[in-house]
C-alpha cells in the first residue's frame, strides 16, 4: 500500500468536485478523503495498492473535472489517511 496527497487548483469549488472525485472512487480499491480548502484549492488524500492507486487519480484527472483542474500537486505520504472507505470532509 501506499499513500499520496494531491492538491487541486483551478475551479474546483463549487462545481461537484469533492461529490465527482467521491463517485470515481467506487470504483477503485482505494480508502481516503477529500475536501476543500480555505484558499480555493481541493485536497486529496489517498492509499492503496500503487497501481491501483495510479489508476484512481488518472480517473479523476481524465474525468469531466479536468476541465475544472488548473494544476495539480501530488506528493507521498508517510503513512495512510485515517479513514473508512473514501469520505467526503467538511472540514
Known sequence: M????VFYEGNVQGVGFRYSV???A???D???WVR???DGRVELQASGD???LAAFLDAVRNSHLRAHIKNETEA???APPASRGF????E
Open 2 to 5: 501506499i499513500s499520496t496527497q
Open 50 to 52: 500503487a497501481s491501483e
Open 22 to 24: 467521491k463517485q470515481v
Open 87 to 90: 469520505e467526503i470532509r467538511h
Open 26 to 28: 467506487k470504483g477503485f
Open 36 to 38: 476543500n480548502l480555505a
Open 30 to 32: 482505494v480508502i481516503g
Open 76 to 78: 507521498p505520504l508517510a
